[in-house]
């Protein structure tokens, strides 16, 4: 029997209520503001730019705020806001290389033009939690130094003059750059759908498969040539001016991971790599995606494709943290009139059991009533 | 124009009242809107899309004539007009000195200061290599 149901309207209502004021917390402690959320949580605002994929920092803490620190639903929330603007068209590719950096290492070679620049990390920090923090910290001034004025080329660029790193493979004139957010996913994908995709991916999703490539599930020996961040010019070519113009500057993360070679009959030996370019301070992703984004190139390369992180429709389906949570987390919707036919469909089967049950044993009693 | 994007909404605005702006009209009102960001595959490859950034755009249109285009990043779609203006007030011929040496330079002077403390402070992060001074024997 089917019967229709409604209600929960006043409980629904009541429950998001009562959210908001959860979320508010203990009145009496002050409230924390957007500017608060992205002066002093800016890696967590890095991370909901970068998968939420919209640039804007003052949005991405608004949704923090909201979603009360759940980063996925704060994610969730800026897709879904993206989805309410009309898109004005496409800026001119961003010049890492003319980034002004706030940080860039290489774990390749000691001695780069421009140098080793640790600026802000946490890198050779003791993990040690600090209670000083706890309590009005009020930190020193950073240090000062005469500012260089060496340009810091990408350490790929270095390597590729003498030719012991493959190039970056070029568009073909007039080629159409793929867009995920408007066309279907089809596989196979190429790499600038591939890069969309990883760019818009789960952090740690990307963390763990770029992990199992390290212990063998597709091993390709990584190096990082190099990771910059810093800030980079945006220009966008406006239909109505004629030319590009300036929209200001946004803050990247760029990783380039340095592989084992390849080479053939006609063809010298050389590193292959692998790319990660995100949104903010995301170094953990940008090394992450590089990772896979070099697995995901073992068919183009020749190489066995056997692990999960090489396998591009295993990946590209399952990286998208708001797609994924979306059909997980449906699961605690109701689904009674579904249970409901799972439930009639199990009695059947096990009334059926039972009457088998019942003649197989039947037949025994009767030849023993016979003897 | 590129200082003007950099600038903040009420700077822009604070120097443009010191000016006796002429009649002029909104061309196109401020909006919102997004743009693809698009990167290259290797930093030197073929593009990308990356992400979308919110936009703001507005035009101006000074009585004299002249048409002003204003782009920045983010939703203060008034700093898009301010910019818009600015852009239409450089094309003036009354206009055009002026606004170059009290809107567009002192911002720029500003721009570099903010530069040039943040290259300061990153600079001291640079690692000095040195060699250990080998042992005897």
Do not use: W
Request: net charge negative; hydrophobic share 40%; with cysteine.
């Amino acid at each position: 029997m089917y019967v229709a149901v409604k209600g929960g309207e006043r409980a629904i209502e009541n429950a998001h209520r009562l959210l908001a004021h959860k979320r508010r917390g203990d009145q009496s402690v002050a409230e924390v503001t957007l500017d608060q959320i992205s002066e002093q949580l800016g890696l967590a605002v890095d991370r909901v730019m970068s998968e939420g994929s919209l640039y804007d920092r003052e949005l991405a803490a608004l949704a923090i705020k909201q979603a009360r620190g759940d980063l996925i639903e704060a994610i969730f929330l800026v897709r879904a806001f993206r989805a309410t603007l009309p898109r004005f068209g496409t800026s001119e590719p961003v010049d890492t290389g003319a980034m002004r950096v706030q940080r860039r290492v290489s774990a390749t070679f000691k001695d780069i033009p421009g140098g080793q620049i640790l600026g802000p990390t946490f890198d050779y920090t003791h993990r040690l939690l600090d209670p000083s923090l706890a309590e009005g910290f009020v930190p020193d001034a950073p240090a000062t130094a005469d500012a260089a004025t060496a340009p810091t080329p990408r350490v790929t660029d270095i390597l590729g003059r003498d030719g012991l790193i493959e190039s970056s493979p070029q568009a073909e004139e007039g080629a159409s750059v793929g867009d995920l957010t408007r066309e279907p996913l089809n596989f196979p994908a190429d790499r600038d759908l591939r890069l969309q995709n990883l760019a818009r991916g789960d952090e740690g999703f990307l963390l763990a498969m770029g992990y199992s490539t390290q212990r063998g599930y597709g091993r390709n020996h990584p190096f990082v040539g190099e990771i910059r961040f810093g800030e980079v010019e945006v220009e966008f070519a406006a239909e109505d001016v004629g030319f590009a113009v300036p929209l200001g500057a946004i803050e990247l993360t760029e990783c380039q991971m340095v592989n084992q070679f390849k080479g053939s009959a006609t063809e010298a030996p050389c590193f292959t790599r692998g790319y990660g370019l995100a949104f903010g301070q995301s170094e953990r992703k940008t090394m992450s995606m590089a990772l896979v984004d070099r697995a995901l190139r073992a068919r183009e390369l020749g190489e066995e494709a056997l692990a999960p992180a090489q396998d591009e429709e295993f990946v590209m389906s399952h990286s998208d943290n708001v797609q994924a949570t979306g059909f997980v987390e449906h699961l605690k919707l109701p689904h009674y009139v579904d249970f409901q036919s799972e439930l009639g469909l199990l009695r059947k089967l096990r009334q059926e059991f039972s009457k088998a049950f019942a003649d197989a044993q039947a037949p025994d009693a009767m030849k023993e009533a016979a003897e | 124009m590129a200082v003007l994007a950099h600038a903040e909404a009420g700077e822009i605005a604070a120097r443009l009242r010191n000016l006796a702006v002429p009649a002029h009209q909104n061309l196109r009102e401020p909006e919102s809107g997004l743009v693809m960001l698009r990167g290259r595959v290797g930093g030197d490859g073929a593009p990308f899309n990356l992400g979308e950034a919110t936009v703001s755009r507005a035009a101006v249109k000074l009585a004299s004539g002249e048409v002003g285009f204003g782009y920045t990043l983010g939703r203060d779609g008034e700093k898009a007009r301010l910019i818009a203006l600015c852009d239409a007030l450089v094309q003036s011929r009354d206009f055009g000195a002026v606004v170059e040496r009290d809107i567009i330079a002192p911002l720029r002077a500003q721009l570099m200061i903010r530069r040039s403390r943040a290259a300061e402070e990153t600079a001291a992060t640079k690692v000095d290599f040195y060699t250990m001074v080998r042992g005897e024997g």
